[in-house]
Nanobody, 115 residues
Framework: QVQLVESGGGLVQPGGSLRLSCAAS????????LGWYREAPGKQREWVAG???????TYVDSVKGRFTISRDNAKNTVYLQMNSLKPEDTAVYYC?????????WGQGTQVTVSS
């Protein structure tokens, strides 16, 4: 059973930074694809960033150049460094772990960007 626990969310002013962390249980972390999604009030959940087992990364256009996804396989943890935050980045952020076609979800962490 895979469990994912996010942390690092909070309230930040526009232009500020936050780093989200997601700790995973289980032994399949290093061979799994990892990702971050977000869901803003009244909007559909959207994919934000992904990192594969080889370290290759992809991003949605709206966060390119501002967000960085990374992984530490020794700590079974995936990170999302978010810089130059905007009010439209306000959402609940979820981490995911995908292996053999099964996607596991964390419980989410709230990020609010507001002055």
């Amino acid at each position: 059973q895979v469990q994912l626990v996010e942390s690092g969310g909070g309230l930040v002013q526009p232009g500020g930074s936050l780093r989200l962390s997601c700790a995973a249980s289980g032994s399949i972390f290093s061979i799994s694809a990892l990702g971050w999604y977000r869901e803003a009030p009244g909007k559909q959940r959207e994919w934000v960033a992904g990192i594969n087992s080889a370290g290759g990364t992809t991003y949605v256009d709206s966060v390119k150049g501002r967000f960085t996804i990374s992984r530490d396989n020794a700590k079974n943890t995936v990170y999302l460094q978010m810089n130059s935050l905007k009010p439209e980045d306000t959402a609940v952020y979820y981490c995911t772990l995908t292996r053999v076609g099964i996607r596991h979800w964390g419980q989410g962490t709230q990020v609010t960007v507001s002055s």
